[in-house]
């Protein structure tokens, strides 16, 4: 696990820096045991950061989010770096973000999180009602260790894993300048066993299914605010004319909602599933992406999120290309 | 133009093409019910004089400023009714035509449900029309030069016709003569006219006229711009031979130490040459060329004590220092006769080509029956790998003369196994040439050919084919499955597909007529030019029948087997049609550019830079624009180069490119009116 001392120096002297205008990381949440996102401007404020299992969230969203205020005439724009940091399932977030030229390499100082997986909050709530609000959580060689009510309970990683780390096939960043620990080999495989129920169903029980979890949508927009790879200026959804989507909550509209989103993120989603992680309603949206993420694999033998010299795969065109499931 | 639309809707019988299947009175009353349709009419041929005299008299006697035609497909006329409109002064993109023909009554039986398809098709062009914005056609002046790139004969009689009609044409020849394959030919079918006798006087005629400036031994690297206003850079690759010193003496080649080592790909790896080299004799322009793969000096530093070559020319002509020049200039047009390779025998295992050396192909065999090949115009049986010139002393084996010649037809061509199913189109012919040659000059030989079918279509060739056959040569219907040796004979087993009879034949000699391919390194130039290619892998055309000459992209052309095999004629025929076609744009001096182009939101776009990468003409860069005080990058059309195809419209992920006359606000109403069903 990274070693928190080592974490707050490395962060001290990166916003040190002249050309360091902002380091995003992680902070203790309120009660303690939940990570939130921390924004760093000054040497005095990196004593908050950590990293522990707890740090869910993918912080490359911010990355492509924050809001540029109009300047002043004859204000010069503030365009000094930006620090990062990152697991591995976000780095691919950053690759693919410059892959569709959100920023350029030099915008960014990566700090690389080799990452041995962070937990599902639920699991851990499930299992140590309670524990969310009162307690802590540190990795322990193949054990993650809790802290609550004076207490500590070993309990082996895997049982509060969350799944995307389960089968993750880059544990460690794939772009950082700084590695903040040493490398973590890949521990995991991916076969997509986890949506071969999904494929097996027909049309009608695929609708079926489908249509009741969409029902439940509240169309909070937080899957799509979320997104590290959801960052248009402004969103077709919140636009006027035309309407491509009402915003009344309905099964019509809702689905096509999440069939739009799945759609923009095709060959594009880099899985850190965060979408699915921050739904209120426990819409299996990963399911859906990863269903396009391995056609897109399959298909065309593209991930996304690899290298910045990729080219985005829906914007290539080659008469190679399969064509035989083309109607 | 914030006036009421008052629309025209006009519905064309087009004869009984529309009227047999569609009630055109029926979907002209439904028409007149439309919200903003003042007029409906029908009429039997819209595009027929009387048919856009309904329209002009309705634009000028009601008023009308919108107009539906529904009849065929745009592609025939809309560019017909644009004019219509615009002869009585009404912006021709108020135009919109529904297609009730080829989407229609073409394409259905029952006449109830298509008069309701046409209807619907025909709301939905009202619906669009109103919401139609006028666009202005632009015009950009066009260079009056052109790029040809690549000096075989139909590069060379493009750039002459070119040239003559008084433009200035930069002709590109990769290899350090023009000429192309015509050059190796030894006859041409089917007047048995000498290739070089009729090529070469043209081969002088691109280098000395004033108007074509020659660049041989160069490549094109880069193309940028549009259709009157190409950017060019072309790499002219250093010969390390001072072309205006040069007298073309060819002392340095008998010179050189490896003389008579290197295979010449002129005769196919038949003969040899020297490092130091003149393709052929007749090569334009006579200046030696040292090949830096193989030239002792510059591949090992060192040849000998001094470079034989340096000793022996006079001139002082060799300069080993010679850089790659890069040149740049402007054309306005560009012609494509980058011409083809042969298929490789070798992807035809079963034929032997490669093992024996009894087996050869027809364009080896076009340089052993010629009289300036490595055997002096001998048919014989080549000594592969064997050198010419033996030591003192021994004895030199004399080639062997065949008395026996098998030719086999339609290698690698019309053949799903090695993935060519098209046919050549010139092998039956130069078979039949080269059995008539081989008869010429072997008149005992017993000469046999194998084929599937002779496709003699040109003229003169079936009498050729004819000739030919009663000269005694002997056509056997079938295609050999194997070739093997027995003692010193060479075995073809095949089926005589007209008798069903399996047969072996044994002879002295195989000729494979190896078929046409698209060039190995067709990519090079598709990536210059965004050129498509059709499923057989040459370029493709802009329409097979009606835009043979045009690709895609305006101002290119195609000529010669670059687009699909040709024989010389029509090699020739074509390279004419490439040029007329350049010399039009060259000649107005002004092109029309796309109205209907796309164009960016620039304050809603992310600069993803999707649009870049996936527009075919390269219309879209990515521009720094400020924001509200920040830097952004954003993309920027280039309506010049923009075709209106919509891909990039597609591809766009914030709805920021917009394409004119299919605007989303102008799409969806026509898609909500052809998606519901009632």
């Known amino acids: 696990m990274v070693d928190q001392a080592k974490l707050r120096e490395v962060a001290r002297e990166v916003i040190s820096r002249e050309d360091v205008r902002l380091l995003i990381g992680y902070r203790p949440g309120t009660y303690g045991f939940r990570a939130r996102p921390a924004f760093v401007e000054s040497a005095e404020q990196v004593e908050e950061l950590v990293f522990t299992p707890a740090c869910v969230s993918n912080l490359a969203s911010y990355l492509v989010l924050e809001e540029k205020p109009p300047l002043p005439r004859g204000a010069e724009p503030d365009n000094r770096k930006v620090a990062v940091m990152v697991k591995g399932c976000d780095s691919r977030a950053l690759v693919?973000?410059?892959?569709?030229?959100?920023?350029?390499?030099?915008?960014?100082?990566?700090?690389?999180?080799?990452?041995?997986?962070?937990?599902?909050?639920?699991?851990?709530?499930?299992?140590?009602?309670?524990?969310?609000?009162?307690?802590?959580?540190?990795?322990?060689?193949?054990?993650?260790?809790?802290?609550?009510?004076?207490?500590?309970?070993?309990?082996?990683?895997?049982?509060?894993?969350?799944?995307?780390?389960?089968?993750?096939?880059?544990?460690?960043?794939?772009?950082?300048?700084?590695?903040?620990?040493?490398?973590?080999?890949?521990?995991?495989?991916?076969?997509?066993?986890?949506?071969?129920?999904?494929?097996?169903?027909?049309?009608?029980?695929?609708?079926?299914?489908?249509?009741?979890?969409?029902?439940?949508?509240?169309?909070?927009?937080?899957?799509?605010?979320?997104?590290?790879?959801?960052?248009?200026?402004?969103?077709?959804?919140?636009?006027?004319?035309?309407?491509?989507m009402r915003r009344s909550v309905d099964i019509s509209e809702n689905t096509a909602f999440h069939i739009s989103r799945a759609y923009h993120l095709a060959g594009r989603c880099i899985q850190c599933g965060e979408c699915a992680r921050v739904c209120p309603v426990d819409i299996p949206l990963m399911e859906l992406n990863r269903k396009f993420y391995k056609d897109v694999e399959e298909l065309y033998d593209y991930e996304p999120g690899l290298s910045t010299e990729a080219t985005p795969l829906l914007s290539t065109f080659s008469v190679e290309d399969r064509e035989d499931f083309i109607l | 133009m914030n006036a009421r639309p008052k629309i025209g809707v006009y519905i064309c019988h087009c004869g009984i093409n529309i009227a047999a299947t569609v009630d055109v009175e029926e979907v002209v009353r439904f028409a007149s019910t439309l919200p903003d349709v003042v007029v409906a009419r029908n009429y039997s041929?819209?595009?027929?004089?009387?048919?856009?005299?309904?329209?002009?008299?309705?634009?000028?006697?009601?008023?009308?400023?919108?107009?539906?035609?529904?009849?065929?497909?745009?592609?025939?006329?809309?560019?017909?009714?644009?004019?219509?409109?615009?002869?009585?002064?009404?912006?021709?993109?108020?135009?919109?035509?529904?297609?009730?023909?080829?989407?229609?009554?073409?394409?259905?039986?029952?006449?109830?449900?298509?008069?309701?398809?046409?209807?619907?098709?025909?709301?939905?062009?009202?619906?669009?029309?109103?919401r139609l914005e006028p666009l202005e056609v632009k015009?950009?002046?066009?260079?009056?030069?052109?790029?040809?790139?690549?000096?075989?004969?139909?590069?060379?009689?493009?750039?002459?016709?070119?040239?003559?009609?008084?433009?200035?044409?930069?002709?590109?020849?990769?290899?350090?003569?023009?000429?192309?394959?015509?050059?190796?030919?030894?006859?041409?079918?089917?007047?048995?006219?000498?290739?070089?006798?009729?090529l070469t006087p043209k081969m002088v005629d691109?280098?000395?006229?004033?108007?074509?400036?020659?660049?041989?031994?160069?490549?094109?690297?880069?193309?940028?711009?549009?259709?009157?206003?190409?950017?060019?850079?072309?790499?002219?690759?250093?010969?390390?031979?001072d072309v205006s010193k040069c007298t073309g003496c060819g002392a340095c080649?008998?010179?050189?130490?490896?003389?008579?080592?290197?295979?010449?790909?002129?005769?196919?790896?038949?003969?040899?040459?020297?490092?130091?080299?003149?393709?052929?004799?007749?090569?334009?322009?006579?200046?030696?060329?040292?090949?830096?793969?193989?030239?002792?000096?510059?591949?090992?530093?060192?040849?000998?004590?001094?470079?034989?070559?340096?000793?022996?020319?006079?001139?002082?002509?060799?300069?080993?220092?010679?850089?790659?020049?890069?040149?740049?200039?402007?054309?306005?047009?560009?012609?494509?006769?980058?011409?083809f390779d042969v298929f490789d025998a070798r992807n035809k295992p079963e034929y032997g080509y490669g093992t024996y050396p009894e087996v050869v192909t027809a364009l080896e065999f076009e340089r052993l029956v010629s009289a300036s090949g490595p055997y002096g115009g001998k048919v014989v049986i080549p000594q592969r790998g064997k050198k010419k010139k033996k030591k003192e002393g021994e004895e030199e084996e004399a080639p062997r003369v065949p008395k026996n010649i098998t030719f086999i037809q339609c290698v690698g061509s019309r053949d799903k196994s090695v993935g060519n199913e098209y046919c050549s189109r010139v092998c039956c012919m130069y078979t039949a040439k080269q059995a008539h040659l081989a008869k010429d000059k072997i008149p005992d030989a017993e000469i046999t050919i194998f084929y599937m079918d002779v496709r003699a279509f040109g003229k003169g060739y079936e009498e050729f084919y004819d000739r030919v056959r009663r000269e005694g040569i002997r056509y056997i219907r079938g295609?050999?499955?194997?070739?093997?040796?027995?003692?010193?004979?060479?075995?073809?087993?095949?089926?005589?597909?007209?008798?069903?009879?399996?047969?072996?034949?044994?002879?002295?000699?195989?000729?494979?007529?190896?078929?046409?391919?698209?060039?190995?390194?067709?990519r090079e130039i598709i990536d210059l030019l965004k050129l498509s290619s059709s499923p057989d892998q040459f370029y493709l055309e802009a329409h097979?029948?009606?835009?043979?000459?045009?690709?895609?992209?305006?101002?290119?052309?195609?000529a010669g087997a670059c687009q699909g095999p040709k024989d010389i004629p029509d090699a020739v025929g074509q390279a004419k049609g490439a040029a007329s076609a350049a010399m039009i744009l060259m000649a107005s001096g002004k092109v029309k550019v796309e109205a209907q182009t796309s164009v960016v939101d620039e304050a809603t776009c992310r600069g993803c830079g999707f649009c870049v990468e996936i527009c075919p003409y390269s219309a879209i860069e990515l521009v720094e624009v400020n924001r509200m005080g920040w830097p952004v990058k954003v993309a920027r059309v280039n309506e010049a180069l923009c075709k209106g195809c919509g891909a990039c419209a597609a591809a766009c992920l914030s709805g920021s490119i917009q394409q004119r006359s299919f605007r989303d606000l102008q799409i969806l109403p026509q898609i909500e009116v052809l998606g519901v069903s009632d």
């Open chain 1, 96 to 244: 693919q973000q410059m892959v569709e030229k959100a920023y350029e390499r030099d915008h960014l100082v990566v700090l690389g999180i080799p990452c041995s997986g962070v937990v599902d909050m639920a699991r851990v709530e499930a299992r140590f009602p309670g524990v969310l609000s009162a307690g802590s959580i540190i990795r322990e060689g193949d054990d993650f260790v809790l802290s609550f009510d004076g207490k500590t309970e070993k309990v082996p990683a895997a049982e509060l894993l969350a799944d995307k780390c389960k089968r993750c096939r880059y544990p460690t960043p794939l772009v950082s300048d700084i590695m903040l620990d040493d490398e973590v080999e890949r521990f995991a495989e991916d076969d997509f066993s986890d949506i071969a129920e999904l494929e097996g169903k027909s049309v009608e029980e695929k609708w079926a299914y489908w249509a009741e979890k969409f029902s439940r949508c509240i169309r909070c927009y937080s899957c799509r605010n979320v997104c590290p790879m959801c960052y248009c200026e402004d969103c077709i959804l919140d636009r006027l004319k035309p309407v491509w």
């Open chain 2, 45 to 130: 041929y819209m595009c027929s004089d009387p048919g856009q005299a309904l329209i002009t008299e309705d634009i000028q006697n009601m008023g009308l400023n919108r107009v539906v035609v529904a009849s065929c497909s745009p592609r025939m006329h809309e560019p017909t009714f644009r004019k219509t409109l615009m002869s009585v002064g009404l912006n021709p993109y108020f135009l919109e035509m529904a297609n009730i023909r080829e989407q229609c009554s073409w394409v259905h039986e029952d006449r109830i449900a298509a008069t309701e398809k046409a209807k619907r098709l025909v709301e939905s062009a009202v619906v669009k029309v109103r």
């Open chain 2, 139 to 198: 015009e950009v002046e066009v260079e009056p030069s052109c790029l040809i790139i690549g000096a075989g004969i139909a590069g060379i009689q493009a750039a002459l016709d070119i040239a003559d009609a008084g433009f200035k044409v930069y002709l590109v020849e990769k290899t350090p003569s023009v000429g192309g394959h015509m050059a190796q030919l030894d006859k041409t079918f089917p007047t048995l006219d000498c290739s070089a006798c009729i």
């Open chain 2, 206 to 241: 691109v280098a000395n006229h004033p108007n074509i400036e020659l660049l041989t031994y160069s490549q094109v690297e880069e193309i940028s711009g549009y259709v009157g206003n190409f950017d060019v850079k072309v790499r002219k690759k250093s010969r390390f031979v």
């Open chain 2, 253 to 339: 080649a008998e010179a050189c130490r490896q003389a008579g080592r290197i295979p010449s790909e002129f005769d196919e790896g038949l003969g040899m040459r020297s490092c130091i080299y003149l393709p052929f004799p007749q090569a334009v322009p006579a200046k030696y060329t040292i090949d830096k793969e193989t030239c002792l000096f510059l591949t090992r530093g060192k040849c000998g004590d001094s470079p034989k070559c340096v000793e022996a020319c006079e001139a002082g002509a060799i300069d080993f220092e010679m850089k790659d020049e890069m040149l740049e200039f402007k054309v306005g047009t560009i012609i494509v006769a980058t011409g």
């Open chain 2, 479 to 522: 295609n050999p499955s194997e070739i093997f040796r027995r003692g010193d004979k060479l075995v073809v087993r095949a089926e005589d597909t007209l008798t069903a009879t399996p047969m072996e034949h044994e002879t002295d000699m195989v000729v494979l007529s190896v078929g046409l391919m698209p060039r190995s390194d067709r």
């Open chain 2, 544 to 558: 097979p029948k009606l835009r043979p000459v045009d690709t895609a992209t305006d101002g290119i052309f195609l």
